[in-house]
Every structure is written in C-alpha cells, then in structure tokens.
C-alpha cells in the first residue's frame, strides 16, 4: 500500500508500495528514523487513516473500504491503542479509564468493571484500582493504558513509542508485560525508534523514506520476566 498527500504545489510520498503481513500472535517492532514514514503506517494499522492505494486486511476485514463509522467501529473492537502519552482521563480512577472503551461498546456495567479489574490486577496495578490517575507514576499510566487496551479482547494490540515518556526500569516493566502479553497470544505491533526497546519483540521491521528497508527475525530477542509483586 501506498500513501500520498497532495497540496495545489506539492506531493508527498509519505509510503511508498509497503507490503508485509502479520500472522496472529507475532510480535512486531517497526523502526525508523522521524520522517521515515512509521507514523503514517501506524495510522493506517490503526485504521486511522486510509491508504491512497493498496489495501490492508485487518482480522478478515478490507479496511480501506470502510465508512468512518465503521472505522470507528472496528478501533473498538479489533484494535488495542497503547499511546506514548498515555491518553487517560486525569481526575478518573484507573478502573473507570479501563471500563471506557466498553462503554462505548455497550457492555452491561458489572462487566466493565469486572473486566476493567482483572486486566488491572494482571498488570500489577490490582492495589490501585481507585487511585485517579494524575496519583500513578508515569509507568503506572501506562500499565493502566495497557489494561485498557486489552478489554474488547483486540485482534491487534497497536503500541506507539509506549515508553518514551517513562524511565528506563518502567519502560523493562512494560516491555516485560508486553512480552507476557504475546506469550499468551496476543498479536502485538510496537512503533518505535528505540534499538533497545525493538530488541523486546521477535521480529523487527525497518522503515526508510517510506520503504521497507529491512524485514526479518534475524535477532536474539532480549527476553524479560517479571516477579510476583510485578517487577523485574
């Protein structure tokens, strides 16, 4: 698939014939230097934006011949957000942040707050379930951000730079949660411009000026556990 932007004077190949698939449990690191096009295709694999040409599959479903409400439809459903900055209602307790996505989904209230618990306690924050969040750290939020995007039980769990805004020992905590995540089978693709940070997943994919540059499994993915009381 291809994206372009077009103005009056000016054309922009943001990506230029990108094509790759992801089987159902992998995970997946995209890479690239600002500029490279990541960003766009992130967007597109959030089905927040469309290609100018191609097509992209997601679960079954062609998703560039989608309205906006059923864009908006299959967000909810089929996709999994994980946001650098966290993206969470600062006065709202972590269990409400959780329950939101299934709100709008219609899911019976004892649901939500059922599911919104069992994900918090999974990634450790099972003492925190009626903290506000501007009362978490910065990882915190993040494992909260990460529960969130698990409840409506996602095709894909799409992570962009999800530990750029934390420090080095919360992002090994996420990246270790992530890990867990994927053993269990959940299909994870990160966006990310850290090496360090890619080592964590099994396959990386390199973009450059809108290309593929590299694709593969050719490295030793750098693996983390986490202990009982969710650290590493």
Do not use: W
Request: charged content about 25%.
């Amino acid at each position: 698939m291809s994206k372009i932007y077009k103005t009056d004077v000016l054309e922009t190949v943001a990506l230029n014939d990108v094509s790759f698939e992801i089987k159902k449990g992998e995970f997946v690191a995209i890479m690239g230097p600002s500029g490279s096009g990541k960003s766009t295709l992130m967007h597109i694999l959030g089905a927040l934006d469309k290609p100018t040409k191609g097509t992209y599959i997601l679960d079954g479903e062609n998703v560039e011949k989608l309205s906006d409400d059923e864009l908006a439809d299959i967000r909810n459903r089929k996709i999994g957000f994980v946001f650098q900055a966290y993206n969470l209602l600062p006065r709202t307790t972590t269990v409400k942040n959780v329950m939101l996505p299934m709100s709008y989904a219609g899911v019976p209230v004892k649901e939500r707050e059922e599911r919104a618990v069992k994900f918090l306690k999974m990634v450790g924050l099972g003492d925190r379930l009626h903290h506000t969040s501007n009362q978490l750290s910065g990882g915190q939020q993040q494992r909260v951000a990460i529960a969130r995007s698990l409840v409506m039980n996602p095709a894909l769990l799409l992570a962009d730079e999800p530990t750029g805004n934390i420090a080095t020992a919360q992002a090994e905590e996420i990246m270790a949660i992530f890990q867990e995540l994927n053993d269990e089978g959940h299909t994870i693709v990160m966006i990310t411009h850290e090496p360090d940070i890619a080592e964590h997943a099994k396959r990386i994919i390199h973009i450059r000026d809108g290309k593929i540059a590299e694709d593969g499994n050719g490295h030793k993915q750098r693996v983390i556990k986490r202990k009982k009381d969710g650290t590493i």
